[in-house]
């Protein structure tokens, strides 16, 4: 600031802060050990040692686990202009986790239930959920995934491909047929997920 030769945002700062009395001093570095006086000085008088010793040494980890499966319900929705898909997962205790997006391709109404059925199935596996029961009203989805029928749609195949690949994360799974008007949630999720604009 002592410069005589300030230009620009220096000169208007001068003239600005010429008003005040300002005086600078350049900051010398603290040493270590002031830092540890200071801190020295203001110890708390309760302090207590925190105590490392485990009771239970042969204790690897605990968790808490469910007797009843997680539930996963899915349904796709597609249209000539539209394409959603919707899961549902519900917990052993009643509790919904709804699942939705909207398709921006063109699919048939097979592919979207495999979309949803495969949504669902990586947000369980995001979960750590090891068992699950999966009904979806699709029965050309559901008996395919099953193995009780066969897979003849060139398009379908790879969707069946990635849907057993998931599998290999959970213990136990099972693959059930539910009738529409017992599927709702899904089948409301992906309807309003269809009617979404992009």
Known sequence: MESTALNGRM?????????????????????????ADFLASRALEDYEPLNFDFPNEELMCIATT???PWKLNFDG????????????????KGDHY??????????TNNMAEYEACIMG?????????KTLEVYGDSA??????RGEWETKDSKLINYRKVVLGLLE???????????????QMADALATLASMRPI
């Open 11 to 35: 000169a208007r700062w001068q003239i600005l802060l010429s008003e005040f009395d300002i005086v600078y001093i350049s900051q010398k570095a603290i040493k270590g050990s002031a830092v």
């Open 66 to 68: 469910e007797d009843s």
């Open 77 to 92: 929705a597609s249209n000539a202009v539209r394409n959603g898909i919707g899961a549902v997962l519900v917990l052993p």
């Open 98 to 107: 709804p699942f939705t997006c909207k398709l921006d391709f063109d699919c």
């Open 121 to 129: 199935l990586q947000a369980a596996i995001e979960r750590g959920i």
């Open 140 to 145: 050309l989805v559901i008996y395919q995934l």
């Open 169 to 183: 994360e959970f213990n136990d799974i099972t693959f059930n047929y539910l009738p529409r008007d017992e599927n």
